[in-house]
């Protein structure tokens, strides 16, 4: 089992910036395709971006895209969502997510692991 630990959330005005981190909370040789999701108040859960299992390849959704990015360090099991001209539709809990596949993956049933989530409030 493991267990993902998601930190760097945060209050920020609208047009600030942030850097949400990902860990395993155990070191293990096994390294795992990750991604973040989002869930605003009301709102079903929704993809914000993913990347593969060796960090060649991620995908970040649409509506991000030009804002977003996903990185993870080397091969380890941790990854990095930094966010940037945030605006209040931005204000969810974020996710972060691992799965046994090798590619990335951008639907939610594709994973295996979840963190608890951290908060991610934008204010106008």
């Known amino acids: 089992q493991v267990q993902l630990v998601e930190s760097g959330g945060g209050l920020v005005q609208a047009g600030g910036s942030l850097r949400l981190s990902c860990a395993a909370s155990?070191?293990?040789?096994?390294?795992?395709?990750m991604g973040w999701f989002r869930q605003g108040s009301g709102k079903e859960r929704e993809f914000v971006a993913a990347?593969?299992?060796?960090?060649?390849?991620?995908y970040v959704a649409d509506s991000v895209r030009d804002r977003f990015n996903i990185f993870r360090v080397n091969t380890a099991n941790t990854i990095f969502l930094q966010m940037s001209k945030l605006k209040p539709e931005d204000t969810a809990r974020y996710y972060c997510?691992?799965?046994?596949?090798?590619?990335?993956?951008?639907?939610?049933?594709?994973?295996?692991?979840w963190g608890l989530g951290t908060q991610v409030t934008v204010s106008s």
């Open positions: 997510a691992a799965s046994n596949s090798a590619s990335y993956e951008i639907t939610a049933d594709q994973y295996d692991f």
């Open positions: 155990e070191r293990t040789s096994k390294t795992y395709a």
């Open positions: 990347i593969s299992r060796l960090g060649g390849t991620g």
